[in-house]
């Protein structure tokens, strides 16, 4: 089996700057005036939308302003404890939270609304909907709830093109085309097609095209 290489294109850069609205708008006027004090923020919507997108750019931004910001997520390792001095909180992909996840989840909420601190927080639907502890959907559904809209086939186009030229790589409107036609418009699983598309090519040493697509696509065996 052919060895592949991890990618040693750049690693992504979650900002407000490089992420598109679309119709997404107001979700992102409301995180961007988002002050201490303020209720919790709720984003929902499906996989690939752009709620971790938003949720690291919301980070770095508060971040660069000298703030702490506690980030926990289905993957963070219990127990959960907020930093020294915070000032957000971020949880994301709240549906994934594991019965002691959501115990350390509802306990920062309650240490979060002594502090006043700033809370986002994600899920693929809104908190009503989700399969978890009554007292956390609660505090998930305290404040503002929004839903994010995926982007048009359009903003994703530009989205993928944008990320390839940030990689040096060269994509047709031939692979494009293959890509959207093929797969989910799903922004999260159409970036790790590339990812996985920029370490093949380079693996390989061949341009990328329609064919070494679907010769990745095979080794990998997709159908």
């Given amino acids: 089996m052919k060895q592949i290489p991890l990618s ?11 992420l598109l609205p679309g ?4 979700a992102l006027t409301h995180v961007l005036t988002l002050g201490t004090g303020a209720p919790p923020v709720f984003l ?8 971790t997108h938003v949720l690291r750019a919301l980070a770095r931004r508060w971040q660069a302003a000298g703030a702490q910001v506690g980030w ?5 390792p219990l127990p959960w404890e907020l930093p020294a001095h915070p000032s957000l909180l971020l949880m994301d992909d709240c549906q994934r939270f594991d ?3 959501q115990h350390a989840a509802f306990a920062l909420f309650v240490e979060a609304a ?8 994600t899920g693929t639907e809104p908190p009503v909907d989700l399969a978890l502890r009554e007292d956390l959907r609660t505090r998930l ?3 503002p709830t929004f839903a994010l809209q995926p982007l048009s086939e359009s903003d994703v186009r530009a989205v993928l093109r944008r990320d390839a030229d940030r990689r040096g790589l060269v994509l047709s409107d031939e692979v ?13 699983h159409l970036m790790t097609l590339l990812d996985g598309l920029d370490e093949f090519a380079m693996a390989t040493k061949r341009a990328v095209t329609v064919p070494l697509l679907r010769q990745m696509l095979a080794d990998q065996g997709a159908h």
């Fill in 114 to 121: 002594t502090m006043g601190l700033a809370v986002v927080a």
């Fill in 72 to 76: 926990y997520d289905a993957d963070t």
């Fill in 99 to 101: 019965a002691g996840q």
């Fill in 44 to 51: 929902w919507g499906p996989p690939g939308c752009g709620k």
């Fill in 141 to 143: 559904a305290w404040g």
């Fill in 176 to 188: 494009m085309d293959y890509l959207l036609t093929r797969f989910a418009r799903d922004l999260k």
């Fill in 8 to 18: 040693l294109g750049p690693e992504p850069d979650y900002t407000f700057d490089n």
């Fill in 23 to 26: 119709d997404n708008v107001a």
